[in-house]
């Protein structure tokens, strides 16, 4: 979600009449889009603003921003307190004031009028094929880890009518892959039914009632979404799993295969609802990808809750995990209520068994691909070897060249490692 913000600033920053370069001393602005999810992420921020103003000394003129889930979070202002020398200092929604506020620093900057959604601001793509887009924002779950709801807000849904129009102009533009993003993806609710089609065959969730809407937009040929949560999984966003368009992946965080530690959590799920839906997902669509986030060594977890969290991995048979030993985070109900007890080096000791477990199983799970057809939409390609995504999400390599980034090819896998799939195009 960071990176479609800074596809929007730069957009914004394009129209007033600046260009992107390659070098920092080249530079007439930079802003910083921070990330807080991380204790260590905050921490590079000082770090990076540090070398930017050392800079500002020997260039006046140059304007450093600071923007992002920091700012968001920071109301008392005491991380500014620790940033002498920063022009800017914004949460993400206000980067419609940009134009007003650098054009005020720089008379030679063009001022431009923007709409005061910021969400209605059109990114900037690095390619023209792929697109993230950005349907919701904000959170009102309030999971006691988690930092999100005081850095983005509580939840705001972006209208239909405009995501369509964001939709529709993309695939006019060639592109080909769509990953729609929300804090809670599938809880997303139109602000503007009135612009779903009178054929919509769901009737209860508008998420999937909006990716059956974008499944008709001719020229779009995956659509992947992230982050769902558990809850909102119900019968209709699990049967739009199915549509012709969708990727055969799904990226479903539980955070702790323990009950007692998601309650500490505020998941609002137990270990049982969770293995239900992920059967549910399967019996629907029985080869999906199936990836997750984990958190090991929350506050007071055991090392019996811990095992709970490998014996879920190995039942929910994931392909995937974004595996993270627990940050506390300033502000948030964990850091208020409970006590960061588990050492930093059992947190260690507890994800690098949960890596252990995670790489046996993806690596038994490639193996089933070899001598198999995949579809990949292709990347990159360096030295005759292009990559991409297949279906499934699994990285893809084989031998071609640069004229087929951007297309969509069929690759037969003759070999596999944990991470990568290779082979011939066919
Ligand atoms: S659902 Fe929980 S983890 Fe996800 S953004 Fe909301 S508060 Fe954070």
């Known amino acids: 979600m960071n990176k479609n913000d800074s596809e929007r600033m730069e957009s914004i920053l394009q129209s007033m009449g600046l260009k992107s370069v390659e070098k920092m001393e080249d530079a007439d602005v930079i802003l910083l889009n921070t990330c807080s999810v991380r204790e260590s992420a905050e921490n590079r921020i000082f770090g990076h603003a540090e070398t930017f103003l050392k800079l500002k ?15 968001g979070r920071d109301v008392k202002q005491a991380m500014k307190s620790r940033l002498h ?9 206000d980067m419609i004031m940009l134009p007003k506020w650098l054009s005020e620093l720089n008379p030679n900057l063009r001022p431009i009028d923007l709409d005061k959604d910021y969400l209605s601001v059109r990114p900037v793509h690095n390619n023209s094929f792929q697109a993230f887009v950005t349907i919701q924002t904000g959170c009102n779950h309030f999971c006691t880890y988690c930092v999100v709801p005081f850095a983005r807000g509580t939840e705001g849904n972006r209208s239909l009518e405009s995501i369509l129009g964001e939709v529709r102009d993309l695939a006019v533009h060639g592109c080909l892959e769509l990953t729609l993003l929300g804090q809670i993806v599938n809880h997303y609710i139109a602000p503007d039914p009135k612009f779903f089609s009178k054929k919509n065959p769901y009737t209860k969730n508008d998420f999937a009632k909006l990716l059956w809407e974008i499944n008709n937009v001719d020229g779009i040929e995956r659509i992947h979404w992230t982050a769902p949560h558990p809850l909102y999984m119900d019968d209709e966003v699990i049967d739009a799993l199915t549509l012709p368009k969708q990727v055969n992946y799904i990226h479903l965080p539980v955070q702790s295969g323990n009950t007692e530690i998601l309650k500490k959590m505020n998941r609002r799920h137990d270990r049982e609802f969770y293995i239900d839906t992920v059967k549910k997902i399967r019996e629907k669509k029985p080869n999906i990808g199936l990836g997750t986030d984990i958190i090991v060594g929350f506050c007071g977890e055991t090392e019996g809750q811990f095992e709970d969290t490998l014996s879920l991995y190995k039942e929910c048979d994931f392909d995937i995990s ?4 627990y940050s506390q985070r300033s502000g948030t109900v964990a850091a208020k209520m409970f006590v960061d007890d588990v050492s930093k080096i059992e947190k260690k000791r507890r994800w690098e068994r949960l890596q252990v477990v995670m790489e046996e199983i993806t690596f038994r799970k490639n193996q089933l691909y070899i001598g198999v057809e995949v579809s990949v939409l292709v990347d990159i390609c360096v030295d005759g070897v292009c990559g991409g995504n297949s279906l499934e999400m699994k990285r893809v390599n084989f031998p071609g060249n640069e004229h087929l980034v951007g297309h969509i090819v069929h690759v037969r896998i003759n070999h596999i490692t944990e991470w990568i799939l290779s082979g011939e195009m066919i």
């Open 322 to 325: 974004y595996n993270a030993q």
């Open 57 to 71: 000394e020997q260039k006046p003129h140059l304007v450093v921003g600071i923007t992002g889930c920091m700012p």
């Open 85 to 93: 020398g920063v022009d800017l200092y914004f949460p993400t929604k």
